[in-house]
């Protein structure tokens, strides 16, 4: 499954989307951290997400709209769920982890126009238009 770089040392494979697989309604993927990753932010501005850990541990750091902060341990086989109107940040846990992600809704446009960064978009359109990525 090829991966989408968000961070050094942060990827997703993302493997059902609009962009590939005209998915309505959600986007699911696996996201890979290594134990030293950079830290990951992103302004969860269109979308709920919910990850499983399925390997290692995640640590993760919250923003509310009005600037109150949280910190959260998610530990292997536990669960959290991520609403949109946050900042998050993924950060180093120490251990190489996995997390098995899912967002919705997902917007007509897929990726683009939300916030997040156009070029992971243009590159799940690149993947569909080429079966050997």
């Not at 998915?23 to 501005?45: A, I, K, L, N, P």
Request: proline share 5%.
């Amino acid at each position: 499954m090829p991966r989408l770089p968000f961070s050094k040392g942060c990827a997703s494979g993302v493997f059902i989307s609009r962009e590939r697989e005209d998915s309505r309604y959600y986007t699911q993927g696996y996201c890979f951290h290594d134990s030293d990753m950079e830290d990951f932010v992103w302004d969860e501005t269109a979308w709920d997400e919910a990850f499983y850990c399925v390997k290692g541990q995640l640590r993760l750091h919250a923003v509310d709209a009005d600037g109150a902060e949280a910190d959260y341990v998610v530990d292997e086989g536990d669960h959290f769920w991520a609403p949109a109107g946050f900042k998050y940040t993924f950060r180093a846990s120490g251990v190489d982890s996995i997390n098995f992600w899912t967002m919705a809704p997902v917007q007509q446009s897929g990726w683009k126009y939300t916030g997040d960064d156009p070029s992971y978009s243009d590159a799940l359109i690149a993947m569909r238009d080429n079966p050997e990525l």
